[in-house]
């Protein structure tokens, strides 16, 4: 795919230098309204063209404007730059040949062959193409020393003018290799974006950049985000119909991850893993993670209102988590994986696994929290401390907070009013005085965290947990 991908792109890039050229081309032809002027003694020029002159200007006129409308109609024909190559030089050979007017200046016939088989020779430059600068390159000095064999040019004189015209030409030959080289490698880029993050490329492109496995420790903001109950989603639909629903959404994800430069490391099917911090670390590393996630959260929204696949809303949930991990190329010496590793990585999954559990759409860890700019982003979220709680397979307890966010002033009150309550039912629950704490998530029926307290607190007035308790809850599942 890449490569037909390329191929395209050089195509569409030849295309539109052969329409580039093919303008010039015009313009000199639209030169013979001159001789026609001058012809008729409308404007007076020395030496006076003949009916000669007239002809082949009219002729390089014709075939300009036959070329100009070929190319314009985006018709793509891979041998036609040879073609109006050749041509663009029998034109010179043609006026050399048959206009009488050189006969009159014959001793600057050199200089005129050299001017034209130039000239001709720059204009070709325009395609940016290896195989036609040196079709070109070769055809000038053939018409050159055609020329001035034909006019009987004395060697010397021939070889004077010689030397200026092949460094020239090799010149030409050398900023057309340059020119390609560069383009192929922004091509090469612009295509390597389509898998890696434009942050990663950067940096791959960097000079003394080492290739090999290894990593170094870093503190990093990794964000998990993964669809609910994509298993009956991708059983209600056909394969296609999956391959189009997931390829859409994923899609306007990354432009969501990549414009607050977040690097993706992985697609685990539905799920997306990402980076903030490696491989560049940046001090608003765990804000833009927030940001991200609270972007992705409203493109879904959008994505609902839009979506004629899907039988059911589509959900997703978001765990961030800040931590340090070790950040590198990892694999074997033939194919590296630039990606992170370490205990937080699985931290981060945990709690992208307990937005579930909870009901909520973003929950953070308080090491995010912590190095979140709380007094600056207060007028655009809300965050609440959801729970102290201890995931699967590890031994010390975090707290988890959700990220809430708002459009309007009114959304902000209701978002505090209900957090105030919540606090307030959180509070008595600690102190284990469940049942008074049992109203205050009632109030907040329609809250998915409030309604885990219900179910909790219903619980713990008939069964109280040991007098050890200290409101942390331990997760027995993933």
């Known amino acids: 795919m890449a490569a037909n991908l390329f191929d395209k792109i050089l195509q569409e890039r030849e295309s539109r230098n052969e329409k580039r050229v093919a303008y010039i081309r015009f313009a000199l ?132 003018v010689l030397t200026p015209l092949v460094l020239i030409i090799y010149i030409g030959y050398s900023i057309t290799s340059s020119n390609k080289k560069m383009m192929v490698e922004a091509n090469t880029k612009k295509m390597m974006e389509r898998y890696l993050p434009p942050q990663l490329i950067d940096e791959l492109y960097k000079p003394n950049v080492i290739h090999k496995a290894g990593g170094i420790k870093q503190e990093v903001t990794i964000l998990f985000s993964d669809i609910r109950s994509f298993t009956s989603i991708s059983e209600s639909l056909n394969a296609e119909d999956v391959v189009i629903f997931l390829n859409k959404y994923l899609s306007e994800m990354t432009d969501i991850i990549f414009q607050n430069k977040g690097t993706i490391d992985k697609f685990i099917g539905d799920a997306v893993m990402t980076i903030f911090g490696a491989p560049i670390q940046q001090e608003d590393d765990a804000l833009r993670a927030v940001i991200s996630a609270v972007e992705m959260k409203k493109a879904v929204v959008h994505f609902n209102q839009n979506n004629n696949i899907l039988d059911i809303p589509l959900e997703i949930g978001i765990g961030i988590h800040t931590g340090e991990v070790v950040a590198g190329n990892i694999g074997s010496e033939k194919r590296l994986d630039y990606t992170v590793i370490g205990d937080n990585v699985n931290l981060s999954s945990r709690i992208e696994g307990l937005t579930k559990y909870y009901g909520c759409s973003i929950l953070i860890s308080q090491y995010t929290y912590e190095k979140l700019p709380l007094k600056s982003i207060e007028d655009s979220f809300c965050f609440r401390e959801i729970d102290n709680v201890m995931v699967k397979g590890k031994s010390e307890s975090i707290r988890i907070f959700e990220v809430q966010n708002f459009d309007t002033e009114q959304e902000r009150v209701e978002l505090i009013k209900n957090k105030k309550a919540f606090e307030k039912g959180m509070a008595l629950y600690r102190q284990k005085k469940y049942k008074e704490a049992f109203p205050y998530f009632k109030y907040l029926n329609d809250d998915g965290p409030s309604k885990v307290y219900m179910d909790r607190c219903r619980l713990y007035v008939k069964n109280p947990p040991g007098s050890a308790w200290n409101g942390t809850h331990v997760m027995d599942t993933k």
């Open 29 to 160: 032809g639209m030169m013979f309204i001159l001789d026609v002027l001058a012809h008729f003694d409308i404007l007076i020029v020395w030496p006076k063209p003949q009916g000669a002159t007239f002809i082949i200007s009219i002729f390089l006129f014709l075939y300009a404007l036959s070329v100009l409308i070929l190319v314009s109609r985006n018709y793509y024909l891979k041998y036609l730059k040879y073609f109006v190559i050749f041509f663009d030089y029998m034109y010179i050979v043609l006026s050399f040949m048959f206009d009488p007017t050189l006969i009159e200046i014959k001793p600057a016939i050199v200089w005129l062959a050299f001017t034209a088989s130039v000239l001709f020779y720059l204009i070709n430059l325009l395609r940016y193409s290896r195989e036609g600068t040196i079709f070109a390159g070769i055809l000038s000095i053939l018409v050159y020393l055609g020329i001035c064999i034909f006019f009987q040019i004395a060697p010397s004189s021939i070889v004077n």
